[in-house]
């Protein structure tokens, strides 16, 4: 791999070199480095491009890495990888796509992940999106992402894009059965003429099933952001969706939570607030003796972190 | 030290212009405790936020160490050594407690020098530095956060906006020896504090009264403290808890 892939890889899985454990590293639409464990496979599909991840039940306190690097301008993939996750397993699972683009033409990854979350099981999902370079061609990362999760499982997402990526549509759908908790915690930064737009489903299908989908997402510029995040409760079960926004500059947001109860005892909540940066929080931080752009940029660190 | 020469502020509202204060002068020397008292709506919040650069007055000018800083900005009036304690200190989301101590002292701090600046303010420093500073805090926490950014910061002139509001009875007295050490700390440190509070009052050096936008007495403690006692520019702190906080 080359230093600017190295340095790709480090934005979106916070790796230095090899990680431990099981990973599968993909570089400019190539498989660049694999390895697996006694619990953990890692398959290439024959029919199409991507993986199947296959974690062994009661697997614990293991990782996986499988992140993306592009630093080819005009690359265009699709990538399918499945996730299987055994029963009363506990994993950590870091995923990120880092798009260098330095020349005249776009470079897109599109990616569906699925995760089949076995009963009981428990899953760390990390995904981060970064892009970098300074050509005209354009960044693009559209993520799907579809969960299906068994009885007593849990999952945490935790979904990243801080900066450099010129278009992103992420759609996510997920199903809980009984007892399955998902949370998921999305922080979005965009900037430039970026647009983003993220979709949730969230179906709690099962008696007991919770789900909290939380975004914080700052907007700059001229960027446009939608966030369209939907809750169904097909059971007695528990949802939140909340949606906060900071906009600058002549950036515009459209939030859209939404709920759907089809039960009696479904508990379904949501809230969304969109704004500037509170003036008063300017001035207290300027105070401290921070120029207004210090304390803007502390104030936003603070809100993404 | 800080003088403030003629100044007036007014707002425009649809009634026409509103003068809030009133060609309005003193001085705060080094080393002295000054306390602002009044009635309430006198305009005494503004005259801190003047001073602070917040608002920016109508006439006259504020001079700090002998420099004209009446056009300075906010940011430029801290750097110069001038702190300002909100009288409703401000929520922030994912800010946390010891990143605000960090940006008032200026560097980065270490978790037992944060520490050390909560448990000055009586917060049990462990189970504070991490928090958020948002809406979890209670109001009297956050004022006790406020007063340990200002311990932080360590300037030479700190302005505090009724700091005893939301603050235990029983905390009172240690508030006071905060001020106290605050002062003692810096070579020419000053403080200049918003209070009714008679206690508050009994510990400073100079008493200033603004009401209806004017200074309407100002001296030494000794001389004007008396004429004070009884009325609501000076109240008993267990007067103020019968009467609800009314004062």
Known sequence: ??????????????????????????????????????????????????????????????????????????????VYNDFYIGEDSDVIIVAGCGIDNCGGQDSEHDGLHRFFVGKNAKVKYVEKHYGSGDGTG??????GTEVHMEEGSYMEMEMVQ?????????????????????????????????TAVSEYQVNLNGKGARADVVSRSVAKDSSYQRFDSRITGNAPCSGHTECDAIMMDNARILAIPQLEANDLDAALVHEAAIGKIAGEQLIKLMTLGLDEQQAEEQIINGFLK | MLELKNISFGVNDEKGEKEIIR?????????????????????????????????????????????????????????????????????????QVIDLLRIAAGKNLSVSEACAY?????????????????????????????????LARGTQFSVFDEPEAGIDLWSFQSLIKVFERMQTRQEKGSILIISH????????????????????????????LPTLLGTSAAVNACEALTEGGKA
């Open chain 1, 1 to 78: 791999m080359d230093a600017i892939q190295k340095r790709l890889l480090m934005e979106v899985a916070d790796l230095h070199g090899t990680p431990e454990g099981a990973y599968n590293i993909r570089a400019n639409g190539e498989m660049a480095a694999r390895s697996t464990t006694a619990n953990i496979d890692i398959v290439s599909k024959a029919d199409v491009s991507g993986i199947d991840i296959i974690i062994k039940p009661g697997t614990k306190n293991e990782s996986i890495h499988i992140p993306v690097v592009m630093s080819k301008s005009g690359l265009k993939e699709m």
């Open chain 1, 138 to 143: 354009k960044r693009i990362l559209n993520p």
């Open chain 1, 162 to 194: 801080i900066k450099g990526v010129d278009s992103t549509e992420r759609k996510t759908v997920a199903d809980l059965a009984a007892d399955a908790k998902l949370i998921v915690r999305e922080r979005l930064m965009t900037h430039g003429d970026q």
């Open chain 2, 23 to 95: 060609d309005v002068s003193f001085v705060v020397a080094d080393n002295q405790f000054t306390v602002i008292t009044g009635p309430n709506g006198g305009g005494k919040s503004t005259l801190a936020k003047i001073i602070a650069g917040i608002e920016k007055p109508t006439a006259g000018r504020i001079y700090f160490n002998g420099e004209d800083i009446t056009d300075k900005s906010v940011t430029e009036r801290a750097r110069l050594g001038i702190s300002y304690a909100f009288q409703q200190p401000v929520r922030f989301k994912g800010i």
């Open chain 2, 118 to 150: 909560l448990s000055e303010v009586g917060l049990c420093a462990r189970d504070y530095v991490d928090r958020e500073v948002n809406a979890s805090l209670s109001g009297g926490e956050l004022k006790r956060i406020e007063i340990a950014t200002l």
């Open chain 2, 197 to 224: 509070q008679e206690r508050i009052l009994d510990i400073a050096d100079q008493i200033i009264v603004i009401a209806a936008g004017k200074v309407s007495k100002t001296g030494k403690k000794e001389e004007i």
